[in-house]
């Protein structure tokens, strides 16, 4: 099972980005999917939550409003956009896929954002 991010970079605030993660190896439609977030000297933190057809979505409170997952799985992919960034967006962005709400089986290599005030 692979995960592959890409869509990370350097932005300015108020600017935005598209994260994709790209699954292969593993049933997509059958996972939901995850993004989380680790910024220097952080803990990972969850970010974004999306079930398998795509029908639910949950995101932490510092996300709202601003980032939308979306996934399609037609294409074995899931999105993050990211709008409105602020420099403590500034993180690397891990894809993880799971079986279940809240678990998480597989994860990806990550791509870092960095957003510059």
């Known amino acids: 099972v692979q995960l592959q991010a890409s869509g990370g970079g350097l932005v300015q605030a108020g600017g935005s980005l598209r994260l994709s993660c790209a699954a292969s190896?593993?049933?997509?439609?059958?996972?939901?999917m995850n993004w989380f977030r680790q910024a220097p000297g952080k803990e990972r933190e969850f970010v974004a939550f999306?079930?398998?057809?795509?029908?639910?979505?949950n995101y932490t409170d510092s996300v709202k409003g601003r980032f939308t997952i979306s996934r399609d799985n037609a294409k074995n992919t899931v999105y993050l956009q990211m709008n409105s960034l602020k420099p403590e967006d500034t993180a690397v962005y891990y894809c993880?896929?799971?079986?279940?709400?809240?678990?998480?089986?597989?994860w990806g290599q990550g791509t870092l954002v960095t957003v510059s005030s």
């Open positions: 993880a896929a799971g079986r279940r709400p809240s678990n998480y089986d597989y």
């Open positions: 190896g593993l049933t997509f439609s059958r996972y939901t």
């Open positions: 999306i079930s398998w057809s795509g029908g639910s979505t």
